[in-house]
Nanobody
Framework: QVQLVETGGGLVQAGESLRLSCAAS????????MGWFRQAPGRQRELVAD???????NYADSVKGRFTISRDNAKNMVYLAMNSLKPEDTAVYYC?????????WGKGTLVTVSS
C-alpha cells in the first residue's frame, strides 16, 4: 500500500504565499512521478504541476511563473511553493504519485485565497 499525507493548506489573502508538503510512504518504487492536482467546487480535478524522479517538471499554464514544484527523493517528499496566490487558486489540493500505471492520492488539503 501507498500512503500520501498533505500538509500546509490554509486561508491567505490574494498576493500571499503558501507552501504545501506531501509525504509518501509504503511500497514506492524509485522511478515515479509525483505531483499536485486541485479541485475547486463544481469543477473537475486538474493537474497543477508534477515532477519526475529525475527532476523534469510540468506546470499548468495557469500557475506557470507563480508555483514551483520540488521533491526530495531520499525522503519521498514533494513540495509546492505557491506565490502570488489568486482567489481562483482556491481549491482542495491533492498530492499524487504515479508508477507502474497506477495513481495514488492523498486526502487533500484546502487552500482558500480571499480577495
Amino acid at each position: 500500500q501507498v500512503q500520501l499525507v498533505e500538509t500546509g493548506g490554509g486561508l491567505v489573502q490574494a498576493g500571499e504565499s503558501l507552501r504545501l508538503s506531501c509525504a509518501a510512504s509504503g511500497s514506492i518504487v524509485s522511478i515515479n512521478t509525483m505531483g499536485w492536482f486541485r479541485q475547486a467546487p463544481g469543477r473537475q480535478r486538474e493537474l497543477v504541476a508534477d515532477v519526475t524522479s529525475d527532476g523534469s517538471t510540468n506546470y499548468a499554464d495557469s500557475v506557470k511563473g507563480r508555483f514551483t514544484i520540488s521533491r526530495d527523493n531520499a525522503k519521498n517528499m514533494v513540495y509546492l511553493a505557491m506565490n502570488s496566490l489568486k482567489p481562483e487558486d482556491t481549491a482542495v489540493y491533492y498530492c499524487n504519485i504515479r508508477f507502474w500505471g497506477r495513481d495514488y492520492w492523498g486526502k487533500g488539503t484546502l487552500v482558500t485565497v480571499s480577495s
